[in-house]
């Protein structure tokens, strides 16, 4: 039987490579945060980390379905804080997707959009999901998703919206993308719940929505964020803070 490799890896030596305490690659999968879930609660350990050659029924935000074809990177992790700011984790994690780019690229290309999106040339690169499964007041457990178009062909309706990777970086794998990526994942848990001052300087310098006017969640100005990841809106003289909603542009 052909071991599964990834990129030419093999799966086995995966959680070695990346430092966490168990990694596993899928041929498909509905879902890579459905199977996160079910890891928790099994009673997998913090790190526990999913890749899916493809999904099937991937998920983003609000209901909304993410493509995810052969040739992207589509992780799920499984995290175990003892407490968490769900906005702040996605703003964090975002970061830690944009830093990621930025190293492959060799320069500051890439962008965050609150939520959750990281772009690059004004276009969604990758996308953050966090779903928290509580025990009382305190997470039992929280799967973080992660989806970034790599190699993956992009659909021409949709090429003046999405970009790979590869499109600025021909000959880039996926597992160059994960072997930096998921070590820096399995320690966004780990840091204190709200964003430090140098997260919040470094989501400004990222912000892509600072300064726009904006439809929804609001009618405002976008303002930058609150170190909870909450999205400042500046409303005619005075600045609302939004933690939920998808962001349209005016």
């Known amino acids: 039987m052909a071991r599964v490799t990834l990129d030419g890896v093999p799966a086995s030596s995966l959680a070695r490579r990346w430092g966490v305490p168990h990694a596993a690659v899928f041929h498909t999968l509905t879902s890579c945060l459905d199977v996160v879930h079910e890891f928790g609660h099994r009673g997998a350990p913090h790190g526990t980390t999913l890749i899916a050659e493809e999904q099937t029924a991937g998920r983003g935000r609000d209901g909304r379905t993410w493509r995810s074809p052969v040739g992207g990177v589509w992780l799920g992790m499984l995290l175990r804080p003892g407490h968490v700011e769900l906005g702040a984790l996605s703003v964090r994690a975002g970061l830690v997707v944009a830093d990621v780019v930025d190293e492959l690229l060799g320069a500051p290309a890439a962008r965050v959009k609150w939520p959750n999106d990281v772009l690059l040339a004004d276009r969604k690169l990758a996308g953050v999901l966090c779903e928290t499964r509580w025990q009382g007041d305190l997470p039992e457990w929280l799967a973080l998703g992660v989806g970034v178009n790599v190699c993956n062909e992009?659909?021409?309706?949709?090429?003046?919206?999405?970009?790979?990777?590869?499109?600025?970086?021909?000959?880039?794998?996926?597992?160059?993308?994960?072997?930096?990526?998921?070590?820096?994942?399995?320690?966004?848990?780990?840091?204190?719940?709200?964003?430090?001052?140098?997260?919040?300087?470094?989501?400004?310098?990222?912000?892509?929505?600072?300064?726009?006017?904006l439809r929804g969640?609001?009618?405002?100005?976008?303002?930058?964020?609150?170190?909870?990841?909450?999205?400042?809106?500046?409303?005619?003289?005075?600045?609302?803070?939004?933690?939920?909603?998808?962001?349209?542009?005016?």
Do not use: Y
């Open 154 to 213: 992009i659909p021409v309706e949709f090429a003046q919206r999405a970009v790979a990777l590869h499109e600025f970086a021909p000959g880039i794998r996926r597992v160059d993308v994960l072997d930096r990526l998921v070590p820096a994942l399995a320690a966004v848990a780990t840091a204190r719940p709200t964003l430090t001052e140098a997260e919040c300087g470094a989501f400004a310098e990222r912000d892509w929505l600072r300064g726009r006017e």
């Open 217 to 250: 969640p609001v009618a405002g100005r976008a303002s930058g964020l609150k170190p909870d990841g909450a999205l400042l809106v500046t409303i005619g003289g005075d600045t609302l803070a939004v933690r939920e909603g998808h962001v349209e542009l005016a």
